[in-house]
């Protein structure tokens, strides 16, 4: 049993594993690939666009509903 360990030990397990060989996909495989990486892109894009303008839009919302405030307690100590 010893002897079957330090055998094992000594031999190149690497030399048993076989080498990988690069098979191109199949059509069906590449265009459906293709085609949701096109659709990632145009999501990330329509992402990039509009999620910086988030903050802004957020604060002109705030500003207004503000500017609104003042107004209605202006009018209403006119009176």
């Known amino acids: 049993m010893k002897d079957e360990i330090i055998a094992m030990s000594k031999k190149n397990t690497f030399k ?27 999501v990330a ?7 910086g303008k988030v903050p802004e839009v957020v604060t002109g919302f705030m500003s207004g509903f503000e500017a609104e405030d003042e107004d209605e307690d202006a009018t209403s100590g006119d009176t």
């Open 45 to 51: 894009d329509i992402a990039v666009l509009y999620v």
């Open 16 to 42: 048993q594993i076989p080498e990988e060989r690069e098979e191109p996909a199949p059509p069906n495989v590449e265009k459906g690939v293709k085609s949701s990486m096109t659709f990632i892109r145009f």
